[in-house]
Nanobody, 127 residues
Framework: QVQLAESGGGWVQPGGSLRLSCATSGFTLAYYAVGWFRQVPGKEREGVLCSYRDGRVYYADSAKGRFTISRDNAKNTFYLQGNNLNPEDSAVYYC?????????????????????WGKGTLVTVSQ
């Protein structure tokens, strides 16, 4: 079955960097769009980045200039690299796929429609 598992969360100082990994199984990563999402308690989950199978990337406004997404299709793993983090980036970060060609938020749709999610990894940015 389709599974996704995030790793790499933790505590980061303001201005610091993080790299999250999402290990996938049960589907061929190269064929589908995958994305990173995040949620702050009390707020809606939001899309951060979407990686399309053709190599293009969609950036939410919050991600532009500071976050990147990459994938290693041979390892069925994709990554989130965040730089110059600030406390507002503190959240639970999730990876997800809808086994389709987009990530929903890149089409102006609710992220809740993404079908497969990891369990999330907490990132805390503070002194």
């Amino acid at each position: 079955q389709v599974q996704l598992a995030e790793s790499g969360g933790g505590w980061v100082q303001p201005g610091g960097s993080l790299r999250l990994s999402c290990a996938t199984s049960g589907f061929t990563l190269a064929y589908y769009a995958v994305g990173w999402f995040r949620q702050v308690p009390g707020k809606e989950r939001e899309g951060v980045l979407c990686s399309y199978r053709d190599g293009r990337v969609y950036y939410a406004d919050s991600a532009k200039g500071r976050f990147t997404i990459s994938r290693d299709n041979a390892k069925n793993t994709f990554y989130l690299q965040g730089n110059n983090l600030n406390p507002e980036d503190s959240a639970v970060y999730y990876c997800a796929t809808g086994l389709g060609s987009h990530c929903r938020f890149d089409r102006g749709r609710s992220v809740d429609g993404m079908e497969y999610w990891g369990k999330g990894t907490l990132v805390t940015v503070s002194q």
